[in-house]
């Protein structure tokens, strides 16, 4: 999966790509992160801006 332009992409698509990311292929926000090499803090800006925050024992943005 691309995630080269998730700072431009939908929140809300972006949201569902991310969970179906750490449901499928990683173990973790942090694994997640340095699998596609984006930057956490930008990232977690972004999902929080549209209302979603990271939940570690879900693995997944709610």
């Not at 973790?28 to 972004?46: P, R």
């Amino acid at each position: 999966m691309n995630l080269s332009h998730y700072l431009t992409m939908d929140p809300h698509l972006l949201l569902g790509l991310l969970n179906t990311e750490l449901r499928n292929h990683c173990d973790s926000l942090d694994d997640l992160v340095k699998t596609h090499n984006l930057d956490m803090d930008l990232l977690i800006e972004k999902m929080a801006a549209a209302g979603y925050i990271y939940q570690p024992g879900l693995n997944q943005f709610r």
